[in-house]
């Protein structure tokens, strides 16, 4: 499938290359959410080293990656660690086109463009997760500390290592080597080609995610009322400040309870079996109800 979605990004950039529209190119790849390892619906995508599944509050679920190339990026090569949501790609994206953010009325999202392309701070210093009001869970983001009311309690909780381990770092060497749309950057850059840069490695490898000194202090356990990590220092949720750090709790809290007066009652529509890959050719695609 990797292959597959390599190959037809690798198609859009040829057919921009060849209309001399690439130098004006944005490219964005997003993910909205964490692997699904284990449910109904599992794909085997495991998001370790962090906490939970898709659907979770956990940063397995809900903390994902993406990519942004273009040639109007400032500082390119470089692993970004700013605050980003995803309703922050609409302005952002508008922004760099050369729209005015102001022009559409309320947002919640916030341009990102200037910190993206030139590695200034985040504009965003908080953002809500989640208030579900079938459930009771609830999470919320300030800076570096999480707030996570509520769990599920069962094995969605948990932390699911990859089968047979990582693969070696060096393998992405390979996979560019091979890769369609990787060659026509080769064609677009030629011999200032960043893909062939001696440390690019150096660079990419900050993308890693390391569970830090957390292991020494986990005390996570399932079925508590409050979650606090400060996850600068503890990505993978391993310990629990809430505890210790009270205050932080309530200043959350807080923020949460102001932001529930906003909430509009969810609506969950029945599923459609008409929208189900068996009743379309196998495939899966965008269903309106």
């Known amino acids: 499938m990797v292959d597959a979605l390599d190959q037809s990004v690798g198609e859009l950039l040829e057919a921009l290359e060849k209309a001399g529209m690439l130098k004006d190119t944005i490219l964005v790849f997003a993910s909205d959410n964490g692997g699904d390892p284990y449910t109904a619906l599992a794909n085997q995508g495991l998001n370790w080293p962090l906490r939970g599944t898709k659907a979770t509050l956990w940063e397995g679920g809900i903390r994902s ?7 109007r990026l400032t500082r390119s090569s470089r692993v970004s660690t700013q605050l980003m949501h995803a309703t922050d790609w609409m302005p952002t994206l508008y922004a760099a086109a050369g729209g005015r953010v102001g022009d559409l009325g309320a947002l919640d999202g916030v341009n990102m463009w200037q910190a993206l392309s030139q590695g200034t701070p985040s504009p965003r210093t908080e953002l809500l997760h989640e208030i579900d009001d079938w459930s009771g869970a609830s999470a919320i983001r300030f800076q570096n500390y ?7 309690g069962n094995q969605f909780d948990a932390r699911f290592e990859i089968v047979g381990g990582t693969r070696p770092h060096g393998d992405l060497k390979a996979l560019r080597q091979n890769s369609k749309a990787a060659a026509v950057l080769k064609r677009f850059y030629g011999t200032q080609n960043p893909l062939l840069q001696p440390n690019i490695n150096d660079w990419s490898a900050g993308g890693n995610v390391s569970c830090g000194q957390g292991n020494a202090n986990q005390n996570f356990v399932q079925g508590q009322q409050y979650y606090l990590f400060d996850l600068s220092c503890d990505p993978c949720e391993l310990h629990n400040l809430a505890s210790t750090n009270p205050q932080m709790v309530s200043f959350l809290l807080s923020k949460l309870a102001a932001y529930n007066k906003t909430v509009v009652p969810k609506i969950d529509p029945a599923t459609d079996s008409r929208g189900y890959p068996e009743n379309n050719n196998g495939l899966w695609a965008p269903w309106i109800y």
């Open 146 to 152: 999480k707030l996570v009311v509520g769990s599920h």
């Open 65 to 71: 990656t993406a990519l942004v190339w273009s040639p």
